[in-house]
């Protein structure tokens, strides 16, 4: 089973302020199509978890443009530029490499 | 629009089973493999199973193997997961996840809104 790991676990930010999270895997997300099987979404408060970011930097239709992936192998980070009150909630990490699919922890952003 | 409708949730006493259903419409059900996910109460999302488009493979956590088991009718656009000998610690809101891919896992671009099972006595 590959193991996900976050941090930090929360994330106090100030609106228009950046904020980045990190996602580490116990084995590289890179297929033999030289993909990174790396996904982050976010889970506001009371609602279901929503796709932003998908193989590691592309950034899903309907995501705003504040909201930015990168990252190979082992390692990745989120990125929101300008960070506004709608972002708060949990953001995870997940593999979609192999399965058992996994889930990093989980971090939770909210406003300072 | 796409759309994915959990329901079946509910309480129900350890040891026995549950059936939960995922209704999808919006979009060609058969064409996509589709996942269960559950998050337990306050705790992080735990992957489930996942089935292809054509429901040739299924796959499940190990935490469930032998006791859950997913299923799909395309005929119904409906994804099903059949939950036997129910444990205290299998209450969590269940969601059902569209995977972008057909065989293979790779990201869930849509989410049902989740039910809610509770095992108690």
């Known amino acids: 089973e590959i193991v996900m790991t976050q941090s930090p676990l929360s994330l106090p930010v100030t609106p228009g302020e950046s904020a980045s999270i990190s996602c580490r895997s116990s084995?590289?997300?890179?297929?033999?199509?030289?993909?990174?099987?790396l996904d982050w979404y976010l889970q506001r408060p009371g609602q279901s978890p929503q796709l932003l970011i998908y193989?590691?930097?592309n950034r899903a239709t309907g995501a705003p443009d504040r909201f930015s992936g990168r990252g190979s192998g082992t390692d990745f980070t989120l990125t929101i530029t300008r960070v506004e009150a709608e972002d708060v909630g949990v953001y995870y990490c997940m593999q979609g490499l192999q399965t058992p699919l996994t889930f990093g922890g989980g971090t939770k952003v909210e406003i300072k | 629009q796409v759309q994915l409708v959990e329901s079946g949730g509910g309480v129900v006493q350890p040891g026995r089973s549950l059936r939960l259903s995922c209704a999808a419409s919006g979009f060609t059900f058969s064409s996509y493999a589709m996942h269960w996910v559950r998050q337990a109460p306050g705790k992080g999302l735990e992957w489930m199973a996942v089935i292809w488009y054509d429901g040739s493979e299924k796959y499940h956590a190990e935490s469930v193997k032998g006791r859950f088991s997913i299923s799909r009718d395309n005929s119904k656009n409906t994804l099903y997961l059949q939950m036997n000998s129910l444990r205290a610690e299998d209450t969590a809101v269940y969601y059902c996840a569209r995977d972008f891919s057909r065989t293979r896992c790779s990201y869930f671009d849509y989410w049902g809104q989740g039910t809610l099972v509770t095992v108690s006595s």
């Open positions: 084995r590289s997300l890179v297929d033999s199509n030289g993909y990174s099987y």
């Open positions: 193989l590691a930097s």
